[in-house]
């Protein structure tokens, strides 16, 4: 079965500073899904990966997958309040089934 | 743009009963997934259905059930309901060859008494 891990799994930061969230996991996956989740709502989407070396960029957020390191991050640059979410990867093992991470919960501070 | 639709967002049952949970998938999507998620936890994958047939399933439990009917909607039978039941239960759906890529549904809310 494949493991996914995140981490840190809270992160609290203050507005305007960076940090980035890593995803770990533990056999081979070509495919990596980044989701934000707000308190009681459901999962947007946020990045598909589907490559090594894959970057993707929308506003302040960042991802990258690293498919021989099995890793992926998700970057946060300047951060604003509006970030304030649980962030989820999950990978997509061979049967095509997903497997979430444990989930970052980020409470950015004015 | 058309989302998944899920009915009821709301659901309150007492221990020992049924409930049934569905799932509208976006038009066009031919695949539908199954999770639940717990308080604090990531969703756990329970069971999917491609073109009207099971293609996986996860930890779903024996009392769970489920079925993706002619028109791709999907539908979850609970049965026996336990406390440890109450989660919120995501469906997200899929368009095969597009990055597998999964679309989730607003959820229901399921509390059991």
């Known amino acids: 079965e494949l493991k996914v891990e995140q981490n840190p799994l809270f992160l609290s930061m203050q507005e305007g500073k960076n940090y980035t969230i890593y995803c770990n996991y533990s056999?081979?996956?070509?495919?990596l899904y980044w989701y934000r989740q707000d308190p009681g709502k459901s999962l947007e989407s946020l990045f598909v990966l589907l490559s090594n070396g894959a970057v993707k960029q929308e506003g302040r957020l960042m991802a990258s997958l690293d498919t021989k390191a099995r890793l992926s991050t998700l970057h946060i640059t300047a951060a604003v309040h509006d970030l304030s979410a649980t962030y989820f990867c999950?990978?997509?093992?061979?049967?095509?089934?997903?497997?979430f991470g444990t989930g970052t919960s980020l409470t950015v501070i004015p | 743009a058309a989302g998944v639709i899920q009915s009821p967002r709301h659901l309150i049952k007492e221990k020992r009963e049924t409930a049934t949970l569905k799932c509208y998938p976006i038009p066009r999507h031919d695949t539908v997934y199954w999770y639940q998620q717990g308080p604090g936890q990531d969703p756990q994958f329970l069971i999917s259905f491609y073109e009207k047939m099971q293609s996986d399933k996860g930890s779903i439990p024996d009392r769970f059930s489920a079925q993706q009917f002619s028109d791709y909607h999907s539908e979850l039978n609970m049965s026996s309901l336990e406390l440890g039941d109450s989660a919120l239960y995501f469906c997200?759906?899929?368009?095969?060859?597009?990055?597998?890529?999964?679309?989730f549904g607003p959820g229901t809310r399921l509390t059991v008494t």
């Open positions: 997200a759906s899929s368009l095969p060859g597009a990055g597998d890529e999964q679309y």
């Open positions: 056999t081979t996956s070509d495919r």
């Open positions: 999950a990978a997509l093992d061979w049967g095509n089934q997903f497997y």
